[in-house]
């Protein structure tokens, strides 16, 4: 990878890092299904009026925006206003790579290698430290909910997987747009009517996540995938909780304890050596699109 190139995908990993820093926040100001709608809505509208359509089977769009919109950022912000702090959300959430690669073995029928046993379960390891850790007097329920929307994003990815949109970038504003709607429905059914009121720190962060994050952060993340193969450009989405933590500890205040340093590398490490294939297999496996930015078929979605 070119020095530039790299330097941009670690900026994108420090982007998508922060992005969990700047949900709780927007948390402060709105409640969390409506912060998902408001995120959704923005980053489709205006911009479905000028990509032109998704390029890609209805069904798989309609899928997409239900698992990765919906599901997974319902129970994220969900699990975040329960008491989830952020830092410790971006390291959470990384097992998905985990449910991807059990969801992919059932549903698609894909071969379950002793590395990725292996792999799964150095994650888990992590995983269950977490909640070892949380289950003194810590956020239990809110824990669990971050992981649901894992399992969600797993399930997101199959159907990424299945579509393999050509544009990463307009699938994204599609899939926004699919998931906004619902969103929306479902904030005034739970949450009632909102009583808004403007405010420069809930307004900042909806155009970050919905402006910077999602539809810049995508941009790259195509720009990258276009130019290198997917094995090159994954890894640095695991860099992902590493800003994520550190800016929650710069930023909130949040403490990194020795259990969750331990947790960090249980989790990144397993993720990682479940997603890759040994360097004697790598020649064998065709190129990924960019709807397949791992080799495990995951895809970025912070």
């Known amino acids: 990878m070119r020095t530039r ?46 990509v032109g359509g998704p390029r890609v089977p209805w069904r798989w769009v309609l899928i997409a925006g239900a698992t990765l919109g919906v599901t997974q950022y319902g129970l994220l912000l969900l699990g975040m206003r329960a008491g989830m702090p952020a830092g410790l959300t971006s390291l959470v959430v990384q097992v998905q790579a985990v449910f991807t690669v059990i969801l992919a073995v ?32 810590g956020p239990v329920g809110a824990f669990v909910l971050v992981v649901g929307a894992a399992a969600g994003w797993g ?16 699938f994204m504003v599609w899939l926004s747009a699919v998931a906004a709607v619902p ?31 999602t539809l810049g952060g995508f941009g790259v993340w195509g720009f990258l995938l276009r130019r290198y193969d997917a094995s090159v450009v994954a890894p640095y989405s695991l860099l992902v909780p590493v800003f994520g933590m550190s800016s929650a500890a710069l930023f909130t205040g949040e403490p990194i304890s020795a259990t969750k340093l331990a947790a960090a590398v249980l989790i990144i ?34």
Request: charged residues 15%; aromatic residues 8%.
């Open 106 to 137: 059932v549903l698609l029928k894909e071969r379950i290698t002793t590395r990725r046993i292996a792999g799964m379960a150095v994650a888990f390891a992590g995983l269950a430290l977490i909640a070892l850790d949380l289950g003194n007097g």
């Open 155 to 170: 399930a997101g990815n199959i159907a990424v997987r299945k579509a393999a949109p050509p544009d990463s970038l307009r």
């Open 5 to 50: 190139h790299l330097f941009l995908a670690i900026g994108l990993a420090a982007v998508w890092g922060f992005n969990f820093v700047v949900m709780e926040a927007g948390l402060r100001h709105f409640p969390p299904l409506l912060y998902v709608a408001l995120r959704f809505g923005l980053a489709a509208f205006p911009a479905v009026l000028f």
């Open 269 to 302: 490490f397993g993720v990682l050596y479940a997603s890759t294939r040994p360097r004697g297999a790598a020649r064998a496996v065709p190129a990924a699109s960019p709807a397949h930015p791992t080799t495990a078929g995951t895809t970025a979605s912070p």
């Open 183 to 213: 969103m929306l429905g479902l904030s005034l059914l739970v949450e009632g009517v909102p009583r808004l009121e403007f405010s420069t720190e809930g307004t900042l962060s909806v155009l970050y996540v919905a402006l910077v994050s």
